[in-house]
């Protein structure tokens, strides 16, 4: 490494919150021009730790599916917080072995140390208590057990 980057910080994480998501039955749009596409409608859940909100009903995970079954994650869904409403973005990617994504596919709990599952999360929000959070990236590593997601964030500092 050369001393002209020498003096940048390393990055850490810095657990922030935890988020539970359920889902509803995906909707499969088969291939379109993008590739495989699904849509997942959210249902509701709850953020807490440093952010406490409750999910709303209404959003969804838009999912495209690679050819050896690695799914891209890309959700929106909105949630409220005493202090007003959040917009939620999740991007990210799910992979693993066939076998595995075959029972995660079927509802089935499956350990998340056998699959890769991954999002980063992101806050718009109008109330100024939210700024903070507006200004910060985010990191998640995430489960998908049935008809729920569970994720943990972490602040990037």
Same mark, same amino acid.
């Given at each position: 490494m050369s001393d002209l980057f020498a003096e940048l910080p390393e990055p850490r994480l810095e657990p922030a919150f935890e988020v539970t998501v359920q889902v509803g039955p995906p909707r499969d749009h088969g291939v379109t021009s993008a590739g495989h596409r699904?849509? *997942? &409608? *959210?249902?509701?859940?709850?953020?807490?730790?440093?952010?406490? !909100?409750?999910?709303? !009903?209404?959003?969804?995970?838009?999912?495209?599916?690679? &050819?050896?079954?690695?799914?891209?994650?890309?959700?929106?869904?909105? !949630?409220?917080?005493?202090?007003? &409403?959040?917009?939620?973005?999740?991007r990210g990617v799910r992979s693993g072995s066939a076998e595995i994504l075959a029972r995660l596919g079927r509802g089935e709990s499956v350990d998340p140390g056998a699959y890769y599952f991954r999002t980063t999360f992101e806050v718009e929000a109008a109330a100024p208590e939210f700024a903070e959070l507006q200004r910060t990236l985010f990191v998640a590593v995430c489960r998908r057990d049935g008809s729920e997601v569970r994720y943990r964030v972490h602040r990037i500092v």
């Open positions: 699904r849509v *997942i &409608p *959210i249902l509701g859940g709850r953020i807490t730790g440093a952010l406490d !909100a409750e999910i709303l !009903a209404g959003g969804s995970d838009r999912q495209l599916i690679g &050819p050896d079954g690695t799914i891209g994650i890309d959700a929106e869904y909105s !949630a409220l917080a005493a202090a007003g &409403p959040l917009l939620i973005r999740t």
